[in-house]
């Protein structure tokens, strides 16, 4: 009984994710496209709750929907042309690209279905043991990927303001340093 | 405070307190509209030393039921260029975290006589979740989308840009949110509401607020003025700023789409309110054991009342910011302020507690262990 | 598994609340449109072009920077909960993680990002 809710939950997720995820791709519409990635990826903290990783059902949440879905809406409304664009759907490669995907894919599931799967015997504990060990396992032992990841999100911060001000017009781009970003 | 078991038919009060729990809040998400708005008119009159509303039933105490009435009956103008579908779905978005929210906030816990001498603790609330925290946070992230699909549907030039500015106001003072969360995560060792409020057991020297002295003030300090800010009041309710704005991203809604976006604005105050009462407040706990025999739902309705009041009080007192002050104040005060003091206050509770910090000190016995009985599995 | 289902529930709940609401509304308010009264308000003047334009891109810098710093209140979060049981050590990483992340916070400062012009 339990496994058959968990099959139709999985079901139901899937068409949850991939059906908007579709839209996302279809939709020639850039801010509905946006929009379209809000229950695709709803879905996929489903998925996460599915397997009973309750940690990340929020971060999913919280950093995919709460943060760079927003990131995505303003990078959308800053197009222009965004609500009738112009321009093809496609470009003139997409029927390379078409075939590069596809084989990426039959790849993919030639490697998932050869992969002898174990099925899960250890269950992760509730959602606050969980956080307890991830949080002792972020500042013991994967201590250096954790500190790396300061150094990734720095980069990204610098890199960040670095774009974002030599965007502006050149009279502008002189910090107050006098330094010129090259706009 | 130990309660008998009363039995309804079939159930008896354990099994039935979760959909007491959820039925208090809903009543009290959906209610918050029409006593808010009275109490903020009243509260506001007597501020400003005038009357306040007075016309409609005893001290103007129908004035919500006719405001109610009157939105319904008002024509609702569809603006003919806005997009459609979004621009219905944005009120719905809005008004969907706050009433989500509301099933995690914990009202009280009791210890139930269940009979032959036995008792068994009782959380009055409709879901207790390990991360419920984060839920909480996760839902004030979303309610982004109301504000930028409302502002941005209506295809109006005021909207857009009281949408982009309150959007980028709400994640800018969602950082500082989150920061003082984590500082009473950093303090009661848990994500759970329920165990947060049962960490600050025993009175005001154990609330949260005046917890890793001063650090724990610092922290809801830092959370208070985000809080303002994340549910677009005064003095940071620059989205509806009517002198430049015209009402932002409400410009061309009307009627009950436009009650609906002012319900989401309420119940937001009203589950910030919560929150900040079960993160610094000791939730349910008397100010003093001695007052243990008030029952725990009163104290934690009492603090939220006077937390709504400070709302009120604050939107009287502060003239608006400026959109740059503003921006400048999130980024460049309380981002930093609320980042220092929680890496010194982990400091400071580490080094107390630490055996392998030299001073050999024997860690403090750990607060009794939180009653986990009525919690789910997740 | 209980809880997601109240959440969903919830917010079911809610969609069919605002739809009764609008419904409801819907048969008792009038309804009498016409071109001036539906046209975009703009205080009086007739708009001109729509609002789908570009706009500042100072909110997308901002947007950014959220971003990177959500992100690091999602490290917090768990070492917030177990940093007690590593002890100082903990703290010590944990103050080199923020830290880092502080310069470029004093950078966004010093190129004046986070000011609004």
Not at chain 1, 159 to 170: E, F
Not at chain 2, 52 to 79: C, H, M, S, T
Not at chain 2, 229 to 251: C, H, I, K, M
Request: hydrophobic fraction near 55%; include cysteine; proline fraction near 6%.
């Amino acid at each position: 009984m339990t496994a058959h809710l968990g099959t139709i939950a999985f079901v139901s997720l899937t068409a949850l994710t991939i059906l908007p995820a579709i839209m996302v791709v279809s939709t020639r519409n850039l801010v509905h496209a946006g929009f379209w990635m809000l229950p695709c990826l709803i879905g996929v903290a489903g998925f996460y709750a599915l397997l009973e990783a309750h940690f990340f059902v929020v971060v999913q949440i919280l950093i995919y929907i709460g943060a760079i879905l927003v990131l995505i809406m303003f990078a959308l409304m800053l197009t222009r042309d965004v609500m009738d664009p112009k321009e093809r759907q496609t470009n003139a490669m997409g029927v390379w690209a078409g075939v590069i995907c596809g084989l990426g894919l039959l790849a993919s599931a030639h490697m998932l279905f050869r992969h002898p799967w174990v099925g899960v015997t250890s269950h992760p504990g509730d959602a606050h043991a969980q956080t307890v060990a991830l949080g002792k396992a972020l500042v013991t032992r994967y201590a250096l990927p954790f500190e790396a990841a300061s150094v990734l999100l720095l980069a990204a911060l610098i890199a960040a303001i670095v774009i974002a001000k030599s965007m502006r017009p050149p009279a502008a781009s002189v910090g107050c340093d006098g330094e010129v970003s090259g706009g | 405070m130990t309660i008998p078991n009363i039995s309804f038919g079939p159930f008896d009060l354990v099994a039935v307190a979760p959909y007491v729990a959820l039925g208090l809040m809903l009543a009290t998400v959906l209610l918050a509209v029409p006593v808010l708005t009275w109490f903020e008119r009243v509260t506001l009159g007597l501020i400003h030393d005038r009357l306040g509303p007075n016309r409609v039933g005893p001290r103007g105490l129908l004035q919500p039921i006719a405001d109610g009435i009157k939105l319904f009956f008002k024509e609702d103008i569809l603006p003919s260029n806005v997009d459609r579908r979004i621009f219905y779905l944005a009120p719905a978005i809005s008004m969907m975290p706050p009433l989500v929210a509301a099933a995690l906030i914990p009202l009280g816990d009791f210890r139930v006589d269940m009979g032959g001498g036995q008792t068994r603790p009782l959380t009055l609330v409709a879901a207790d979740i390990n991360v419920g925290i984060l839920w909480v946070l996760g839902l004030a992230s979303l309610q982004v989308y109301g504000l930028i699909l409302g502002g941005w549907s209506s295809n109006n030039k005021y909207s857009l840009l009281g949408a982009l500015r309150s959007s980028a106001q709400a994640i800018s003072y969602e950082l500082a949110l989150s920061l003082g969360v984590l500082m009473a995560v950093l303090m009661s060792h848990s994500m759970s509401l329920v165990q947060i409020v049962q960490s600050q057991t025993g009175g005001i020297m154990h609330w949260n607020i005046l917890g890793l002295f001063p650090f724990g003030l610092v922290a809801a300090g830092v959370y208070a003025i985000a809080a303002v800010a994340e549910t677009n009041r005064a003095p940071f309710d620059l989205p509806e700023a009517e002198s430049e704005l015209v009402a932002g991203y409400q410009t061309e809604y009307s009627s009950m789409k436009f009650a609906i976006f002012f319900m989401s604005e309420y119940a937001a105050v009203v589950i910030g309110s919560c929150v900040a009462v079960v993160l610094w407040l000791g939730g349910w706990d008397p100010i003093h054991p001695v007052l243990g025999f008030i029952p725990g739902p009163l104290w934690f309705a009492g603090k939220v009342l006077l937390l709504i009041f400070a709302f009120v009080w604050v939107r009287s007192t502060l003239p608006r910011f400026r959109y740059d002050q503003l921006m400048r104040f999130g980024w460049m005060r309380l981002l930093p302020v609320a980042l220092v003091a929680l890496m010194l206050a982990a400091a400071m509770s580490a080094y107390r507690t630490d055996p392998s910090a030299g001073s050999r000190i024997p860690p403090k016995p750990e607060k009794p262990k939180p009653l986990m009985g009525g919690t789910q599995s997740l | 598994m209980h809880a997601y289902l109240t959440a969903a529930m919830f917010t079911l709940m809610g969609f069919a609340f605002v739809a009764s609401t609008l419904l409801l509304s819907r048969l008792l308010r009038p309804s009498a449109p016409n071109p001036d009264k539906l046209e975009t308000y703009e205080c009086g003047p007739l708009p001109v072009g729509d609002a789908w334009q570009q706009f500042n891109m100072h909110y997308y810098l901002f947007a950014l920077l959220f971003v990177v710093f959500d992100v690091e209140a999602a490290f917090l979060y768990p070492w917030a909960v177990a940093y007690k049981q590593v002890g100082l050590y903990a703290v010590v990483e944990m103050i080199l993680f923020v830290g880092l992340l502080g310069f470029g916070w004093a950078y966004a400062w010093r190129r004046k990002a986070l000011e609004w012009d």
